[in-house]
């Protein structure tokens, strides 16, 4: 497994603020990670670290093979950067920008005109290449913004929060466009606020918070260590909940939760959907009526709100965007 990134005991202060402690990162090339954390987790300044912008107190980084705080100027060819601020000069069209672009990496004139335009059919901006990029709408900005850092094809790619402030077209149409990167084989380190963006395009998680690393590994993976699946059953009415909570605990881990009042136990079970059957026959052999039961997986959300003590940013209400947008082919 050859690595991409490969970031060990990163450490940042500003004045007394200990903002990175030690954070560790690898990411297998051609995969993608998600890092997770609540606002000031040091998200940004991990990846500004990683992208030449900033300096570590210590640690190490390297991308692609090259040690980025030896030679940063090295690395800066192999790492494509996309923020949320978007890079993108608003006076000039579409395929000015990327051009220029292409013009700092010193690309020849048909080599540059040639990337550009597969850019911007790829990414759904060809129709407005001769607009001036003020007038785009935010999605489109964003989309522009990233094919501006993957111009001169880097082998990895820095993306932090990119969907933040979209609406959900826009979302989707990112979700797509990375989607597409990463069936290339490019790499991607990825920030976001949203665990269901995390989800569906990281193939490992790093959570971070106060600049330390608090767990690592697949979505599915951190879903399973908060306590796997829960299986809740309702009874009907008015029933004594005891056998029902007995026979809860015989077949899960822990205790069961019931509370007063109500007419559902539920426990946390280690193979939801075999469990389930064993329960229900033997709530059927106790004598006790069941009207419902269903096993529930933890969500990324429940993973995040159970490791950082915080829930994670809800995905916002639709923006809408003044500038009618092109739907991606
Ligand atoms: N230039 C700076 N000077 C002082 N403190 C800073 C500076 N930049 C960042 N910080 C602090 O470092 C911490 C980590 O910030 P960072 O931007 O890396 O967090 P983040 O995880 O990206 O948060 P968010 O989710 O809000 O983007 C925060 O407490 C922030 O206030
Ligand atoms: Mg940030």
Redesign the pocket.
Known sequence: MSLAVEVHGLAKS?GK?R?LKEIDLEIPAGTVLGLL??????????VRIVTTLLRPDAGSVRVAGVDVLGDPATARTRIGLSGQYAAVDANLTGYENLRMVARLYGMGRRQSVARVEELLTAFGLDHAAGRRAGTYSGGMARRLDLAGALVARPPVVVLD?PTTGLDPRGRLDMWQVIGDLVDDGTTVLL?T?YLEEADLLADRITVIDKGTVIARGSADELKTSIGGDRLTVTLAAGQNPWPAVQVLHQVGVGEPIHEPGSDEVSVVVGDGSRTMVEALRRLDDAGVCVLDANVVRPTLDDVFLSLTGTPAEPIPEPETDDVQEEVLS
């Open positions: 500003y603020v903002v954390g609540p606002n000031g987790a040091g998200k940004t300044t991990t929060e920030t606020q």
